[in-house]
């Protein structure tokens, strides 16, 4: 694997001088004041020296550089006002996205593009958020409904291409997709006690493009009624419905067949759950994720 960015600390401190320029309020535009498409505000002289730290979005950019994009408090930034939260939707957690994850970020994007489908804040949430299993599904019931597991925050993970292809079907084989590498939590139930829980996720490179979703539309796949993307809140397929999942892919997460199911949402957004088998430290020496790849750019560890 290879590790992007530098190690961030999640309870950094905000300097004085930024958490000021940050919890500033606005001052209310009057007749004197031109505003932009950006937000920020221009004084009637055309000077630069009026500017205010929460309205100029390069002060906030230089705030957050030099906090290395924490993505803890570019959310709470994200809180104090909604001004605040456009521009963190809008340019802030893109920097996020790729400070952390710069290869994935260029291999999504096309090595150009500035905005991207379902958000930049739902590709940061996917880089760090683990999506756990809340509740059952049709086709992943679970032991014990009154013990989910929860989402949470995921210090480290390693998005993979490899692992992508392997979720997906022969005929859609010309997707770009990565995935995670599955995060595992202890089964609450007696009934699993010899596997573990895991909850993985990925993105689709140009979703809308995709022969998954072609394939998708051609077979006039039903959108689920009860499952909505744990990222961006769209509506997904079931690719166990849909007919979609090969067996690569319980092969690559090490899951028995049939104990696994994934969604995919209109934006391309993918996250699932499967059970994970208790191995040996020999077996994991021999099936570890990610073997067989010499290929620099495949793999991304966010951290």
């Given amino acids: 694997s290879s590790t992007t960015g530098t190690p961030w600390t999640p309870r950094a401190a905000i300097p004085a001088a930024a958490a000021a320029a940050i919890a500033r309020p606005a001052p209310p535009t009057t007749a004197g004041v031109y505003g932009n498409a950006t937000g920020s505000v221009f004084p009637r002289g055309g000077g630069s020296s009026e500017y205010t730290g929460l309205q100029d979005e390069l002060v906030l950019m230089l705030v957050f550089r030099s906090l290395n994009w924490d993505p803890h408090l570019v959310c709470v930034a994200a809180c104090v006002s909604r001004r605040l939260r456009a521009v963190a939707n809008r340019v802030l957690w893109r920097e996020v996205c790729i400070s952390r994850a710069p290869r994935m970020v260029s291999a999504l994007t096309a090595g150009g593009a500035t905005r991207i489908v379902g958000g ?77 829980l895991g909850a993985y996720r990925g993105v689709f490179r140009g979703f809308i493009r995709s022969r998954t979703r072609a394939y998708l539309i051609s077979r006039q796949a039903e959108l689920e009624s009860r499952v909505r993307c744990t990222y961006c809140g769209a509506r997904v397929w079931s690719m166990t419905a849909a007919g979609l999942v090969p067996r690569s892919a319980s092969r690559r997460l090490g899951s028995h067949e049939g104990d696994l199911e994934y969604f995919v949402c209109v934006n391309g957004h993918l996250h699932g759950f499967c059970w994970l088998a208790h191995l040996s430290s020999s077996s994991e020496d021999d099936e570890g994720y990610g073997g067989g790849s010499n290929d620099s750019d495949d793999e991304e560890e966010i951290g």
């Fill in 120 to 196: 930049w804040h739902a590709i940061a949430k996917l880089l760090f958020f683990c999506c756990g299993c809340a509740a059952p599904t049709r086709f992943f019931p679970l032991p014990d409904p009154r013990h989910p597991t929860p989402g949470h925050f995921s210090p480290v993970s390693r998005f993979s291409k490899t692992s992508g292809r392997s979720f997906l079907s022969r005929r859609c084989w010309g997707d770009l997709l990565y995935v995670s590498d599955p995060c595992e939590h202890t089964a609450a139930a007696a009934a699993r006690s010899d596997e573990d």
